[in-house]
């Protein structure tokens, strides 16, 4: 049994631990007994630590010194025990004390040490000054919350429960580099502290690079689980009887390779239907290749799609395949069909006819096997009237046609692929959210989505990023015409998203030019946006068309006499002023 307090370490110069440390210039080795030592430069170590926060966190580089700390520690009691047989206790295990001021690391003076090592009581209560840990850390990061001195803590850990043979857990109870003068710590058998697991966990020995791994590989499969989902039911999904028709219908053509056409609006989800086809179909392991002939240039069209021997035109300077050799033995998507330009129309029948295809430049051919899937948003019979596409490619590609829905015929889907939308996109930006506001709902489920499922998708994403974390999408976070202010994010007619402003709704542009409105009604619509939106004063209703109040009145006046019976709608706001 030893019991002391308050008393100062033996003063080192008179042990004789000093007089083991060895320098051997010669051969560039420092001893300290039996084991190497180094001299270390207390920045180059800082340094170090520094990096080591930087790229782990401030837990996992806790973790890491106290273990250091703790092999130190072990190192130190192997050394202490050469020097003690059974001599005086307390000289037994100051040694390990002492050693760390040797070592440069802290000043350590006793508190209280109580100690049986037969009964296993331990109590130490030590000041430590000086603590190089705890000046480093105060220096670089300030006064901070908890202590710092981690390698320090290790290695009395282990030095004491060495020394006694059983775990002892120190804790720093003061810390200087939590702003006071000194540390103080204090050391008692592991069962007795009752949150030791607080502090045990700092001593596991975990692997960040298993880590890093294991977080790698659940990375991929929670993307390949996104992926798979967006394959399949993903932005197929609907309850409704005509998504569930051309649904069947779509069904029935995988089983063989029939050549399908694909008819709906822009942004019905022609794309995800032509994948769903090939998923579905004995090439699902083989290629899927898209093309929109509508996003290609005229001159540039036939070389994407049947490839190009180099010089076969200025600018060929390799020779490539084009998307039908790409797609050979798998699925090829003509999106936008109806672009495609009559010169390429030509071509693709005979490939269609022959099943091979002839590289601009080239003379060779070459066999391709290709599921053909072609998707059109305009009337190509009216095409082929016009001569405007020829019409035996026509009745080539019109084998089996699938109508898709346009989504405002789909009311039953819409909350069900505008939830698909959120689960997708929260997982995508990693935000969680709580769903949607009952206005926000409301608005889905009355607006019309002339940009189909498209832009449904795109205002769901605008909204989950928008919103913040732990709450609903709201209307505004969705629909930037639900107010008056312009949002960050548009959404343009064709539904994709545009960052900077909101384009002009070229919906009723397209409908003046395809003869659906006149232009006198587009007017009329306009003036009517323009008076609600100044909830009825003229005045300011006309500075935002440009327009004096004396003009404005004059044209309401002109369109109020013309306006037919058929068109009170759009000029309801008339009876009203
Ligand atoms: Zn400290």
């Not at 282990?158 to 120190?170: N, W």
């Not at 005229?298 to 790409?326: I, M, N, Q, W, Y």
Request: glycine letters at 8%.
């Amino acid at each position: 049994m030893y019991s002391s307090k308050n008393r100062p370490i033996v003063d080192l110069t008179n042990g004789d631990l000093r007089a083991r440390i060895r320098f051997c210039a010669e051969t560039g080795q420092i001893w300290l007994h039996e084991h190497r030592m180094l001299l270390v430069h207390a920045e180059a170590q800082g340094t170090l630590r520094r990096e080591l926060i930087s790229a782990l966190g401030m837990d996992r580089t806790r973790g890491l010194l106290t273990q250091m700390g703790y092999a130190a520690g072990m190192i130190d009691f192997e050394l202490a025990r050469t020097r003690t047989r059974g001599d005086d206790d307390l000289e037994a295990f100051m040694a390990g004390p002492q050693l760390h001021m040797l070592e440069g690391i802290v000043k350590c003076t006793i508190n209280t040490l109580e100690y049986n090592r037969e009964a296993g009581t331990f109590y130490g209560d030590f000041l430590w000054e000086h603590s190089w840990e705890a000046q480093w850390h105060r220096d670089h990061f300030g006064t901070y919350s908890e202590p710092v001195c981690w390698s320090q803590i290790g290695y009395a850990c282990s030095y004491a429960s060495a020394f006694m043979g059983r775990p002892i857990l120190f804790k720093e109870v003061e810390c200087a580099g939590m702003g006071e003068n000194h540390c103080r710590i204090i050391g008692k058998p592991l069962e007795e502290w009752d949150d030791a697991k607080e502090y045990t966990r700092f001593f596991i020995r975990e692997s960040i690079a298993e880590q890093l791994i294991d977080l790698q590989t659940q990375v991929v499969q929670l993307r390949s689980a996104i992926n798979e989902k967006e394959k399949l039911p993903a932005d197929v999904v609907g309850n409704s009887a005509s998504f569930l028709a051309a649904y069947e219908l779509l069904q029935q053509a995988s089983k063989s390779q029939i050549t399908v056409l694909l008819l709906g609006e822009t942004g019905v989800g022609k794309e995800v239907f032509a994948r769903s086809l090939h998923e579905m179909g004995s090439r699902c392991s083989e290629s899927f290749i898209a093309i929109n002939c509508a996003a290609i240039p005229h001159d540039l069209v036939e070389a994407e799609l049947f490839g190009v021997e180099k010089g076969a035109f200025t600018g060929a300077l390799s020779s490539r395949p084009g998307r039908f050799e790409r797609a050979n033995d798998g699925t090829l998507f003509l999106d936008e069909v109806g672009d495609l330009p009559l010169s390429a129309q030509a071509k693709l029948l005979r490939v269609l006819q022959e099943g091979e295809i002839e590289r601009l430049g080239d003379l060779r051919t070459r066999k391709v096997n290709v599921r053909l899937v072609a998707a059109t948003n305009v009337d190509l019979k009216q095409m082929v009237k016009e001569g405007k596409f020829r019409a035996d490619l026509y009745y080539r590609l019109n084998v089996f046609q699938i109508n898709i829905p346009p989504l405002r015929e789909r009311e039953a889907d819409v909350t069900l692929l505008a939830n698909r939308f959120l689960e997708k996109y929260s997982a995508i930006h990693g935000k969680k959210l709580l769903g949607f506001t009952d206005k926000a709902k409301r608005a889905i489920f009355a607006y019309h989505w002339p940009g189909n499922i498209r832009e449904l998708q795109n205002m769901v994403e605008r909204g989950v990023i928008l919103a913040p974390n732990g709450t609903r999408i709201e209307v505004d976070q969705m629909f930037s015409s639900y107010n008056d202010q312009t949002l960050e994010f548009g959404i343009d007619g064709n539904g994709g998203i545009n960052i900077d402003r909101p384009e002009p709704k070229n919906d009723i542009f397209d409908a003046v030019l395809n003869g659906d409105m006149t232009l006198d009604q587009c007017e009329a619509r306009l003036i009517q946006a323009a008076v609600d939106k100044a909830k009825g004063n003229l005045s300011s209703a006309a500075r935002m068309l440009g327009l004096t109040r004396p003009q404005l009145a004059y044209r309401l006046g002109r369109l109020h006499e013309s306006a037919s019976p058929n068109h009170n709608s759009a000029l309801s706001f008339v009876q009203t002023i």
